[in-house]
């Protein structure tokens, strides 16, 4: 524990939350209780966690205080400025010297709001793979980051600045098996087009069925999952049919794919957050006229695809598509409250954000719960978010692994003096 944000805390401090609500989204359950923590791990949870499991740890007493998993944000771009003209920005710059450390900034954000594991899913490989590194071991410089590296798209395609190209539908696989040696935690493939490049529409589609397949199982096969950019209904059905884990934005699914994604447990992370920003922004004079003309022509399909996944069952997952137009990092309680409106119920929309985004970056096994074994990745908030989802804004403290980021100084040792 590290109450007073001193990075010097050792890693194999052995420490313990008291007096909590601990909600763990993936048993839907809310108990009051503690939290016991060791070596960054979490070895016991719940209203056995008194003086005799607790011991001679150091206790903080969270009364009446609400504690949940950390917050996963399974999608967003760290090398993109959330500015009026990301794309343009980074075409400017290209991978300049500064860019690791804006990338670091932007980690760091997610973090402080909460976030202590995010997702890139579209970088350049190098930057992007070198910090994923750093924050693995580096418990105290910013969230754990699960990294796609390059996405994977024709010439001229979706994101192609970003991306590993293929010039031809039957090379998506080896498209796929190169960015797999490159060192990517998972794979991303522009199934379809979409909003932010110019030339790109998201009518086109860019691989067929079979293409796909094999680029899902060749993913598989080396323990990797698969997501597509999908956005048109060819797309969406193309990447569920081939077998992927899960599909970005979504935004033309409707009751009868919803029904097909459900059957195949293809998760859909809606990126609700990208079209309510460009709604609040539209008509700024900043936002290239493609990325204006494009958002006005697809504003309504993501509020249907939502409702009618919800209608269906299917597992959504939370992700802010964070670094594009007008979407600053940090903004996953956001897009929380933007899935709560869409009538995503109360715990569904905490799961999608710990649990099912867990399953969504391929950690299940050791974070997204308050469980013994897991990581210790916890944010503590005043409020209830299963009663107001805009409790998550500003977390009392966000830890990661055992440590301590934000808000630290408002989580004092009970009884005074046994911090340090
Ligand atoms: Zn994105």
Known sequence: MNPGGNP??????RWALVGANLIDPATHSVRRGGVLIEGGLIVAAGPDVGPD?????????????????????????????????????????????????????????????????????????????EL??????????????????????????????????TADPTD?????????????????VMVTGGVHTPGSSSADTYYDLAALAAAADLAHGHGRRITGHATNTTGIERAILAGFDSIQHGS???????????????????????????????????????????????????VHAVRAAVTAGVSIAAGTDGGVTFVGHGALARELELLREQGLGAMATLAAATSIAAIEVGLADRIGRIAP?????LIVLERDPLVDIRALVRPVAVMRGGFTHAGAALLQPAGGGAGR
């Open 172 to 188: 998506l696989v080896d498209a796929v098996r190169a960015q797999l040696d490159a060192g990517a935690d998972c794979i991303k």
């Open 252 to 302: 033309a699914l409707d009751d009868r794919l919803a029904g097909l994604a459900a059957a195949r447990g293809l998760i859909v992370v809606p990126t609700l957050g990208t079209h309510a920003a460009m709604k609040e922004h539209l008509g700024d004079p900043g936002i290239p006229t493609y990325v204006a003309a494009a958002a006005e022509r697809g504003s309504v399909g993501k």
């Open 132 to 165: 994923r590194d750093r924050l693995l071991h580096d418990r105290l410089l910013g969230p754990r980051l699960v990294a796609a590296g390059l996405v994977v798209a024709p010439p001229g395609g979706h994101c192609h600045f970003i991306a590993r190209l």
């Open 8 to 13: 010097s805390a050792p890693d194999n401090d």
């Open 373 to 377: 074994g897991y990581d210790a990745d």
């Open 53 to 129: 499991a607790i011991g001679t740890a150091e206790v903080v007493a969270a009364a009446g205080r609400y504690v949940m998993p950390g917050l996963i944000d399974t999608h967003l771009h760290l090398a993109f400025d959330g500015g009026p003209r990301p794309v343009e920005r980074y075409l400017e710059d290209g991978i300049d010297p500064g860019l690791p450390s804006r990338m670091a900034d932007a980690a760091r954000m997610a973090l402080d709001s909460g976030a202590t594991t995010i997702r890139d899913l579209g970088g350049p490989d190098g930057a992007s793979f």
